[in-house]
T-cell receptor, first 116, second 111 residues
Framework: DGGITQSPKYLFRKEGQNVTLSCEQN?????MYWYRQDPGQGLRLIYY???????QKGDIAEGYSVSREKKESFPLTVTSAQKNPTAFYLC???????????????FGDGTRLSIL | SQKIEQNSEALNIQEGKTATLTCNYT??????LQWYRQDPGRGPVFLLL?????KEKRKERLKVTFDTTLKQSLFHITASQPADSATYLC??????????FGAGTRLAVHP
């Protein structure tokens, strides 16, 4: 079955540590996204990538970094500069679409990050 | 700044009734609007997309309306079932694959 796999499901970070969240998709989608979800708030876009070797900052990119070396993979690193990293992180992918189109996004089941 | 508002209070309805969820937006003129379902501890699942020139879209028991004058979308589930219990998210878009998500409304359907 095609889909998006996020790992691990739960992750704990010590103060001052960087951690990397994995996101892999086998849907052959060009576009991939990282969101953060906090209680009572909508999903907020961290980074997105429309094509391999290219990515753009979203609305809350500070304290995060990404890479897009392969079409199927879009890992997110939460750095020690992110002062409030405890959240539910969601990865998504979509067909890139032409300019002015709008494509549904397919989501993984998330990684819950907590601070020890 | 752009603002998406969905009822923060849970909607409780009886099985078999129609559930209606509201999504209002301000400082924004989206060309598209998507609706997603999210179960606890899971990622959102896409349900429906409606374009600004479409007044209404249907899929099985689901119906979505999009009123660009009122800046509002309504999401209806007819003949609701306990399995429909979840949080429903609206996500307007300007058409560049960048979505802005509302916080969602939790629906509870009671037998």
């Amino acid at each position: 079955d095609g889909g998006i796999t996020q790992s691990p499901k739960y992750l704990f970070r010590k103060e001052g540590q960087n951690v990397t969240l994995s996101c892999e998709q086998n849907l052959n989608h060009d576009a991939m996204y990282w969101y953060r979800q906090d209680p009572g708030q909508g999903l907020r876009l961290i980074y997105y990538s429309q094509i391999v070797n290219d990515f753009q900052k979203g609305d809350i990119a500070e304290g995060y970094s990404v890479s897009r070396e392969k079409k199927e993979s879009f890992p997110l690193t939460v750095t020690s500069a992110q002062k409030n990293p405890t959240a539910f992180y969601l990865c998504a992918s979509s067909i890139r679409g032409s300019l002015g189109s709008n494509q549904p996004q397919h989501f993984g089941d998330g990684t819950r990050l907590s601070i020890l | 700044s752009q603002k998406i508002e969905q009822n923060s209070e849970a909607l409780n309805i009886q099985e078999g009734k129609t559930a209606t969820l509201t999504c209002n937006y301000t400082n924004y003129s989206p060309a598209y609007l998507q609706w997603y379902r999210q179960d606890p501890g899971r990622g959102p699942v896409f349900l429906l997309l409606i374009r600004e020139n479409e007044k209404e879209k249907r899929k099985e028991r689901l119906k979505v309306t999009f009123d660009t004058t009122l800046k509002q979308s309504l999401f209806h589930i007819t003949a609701s079932q306990p399995a429909d219990s979840a949080t429903y998210l609206c996500a307007p878009s300007n058409g560049y694959n960048k979505l802005i998500f509302g916080a969602g409304t939790r629906l509870a359907v009671h037998p």
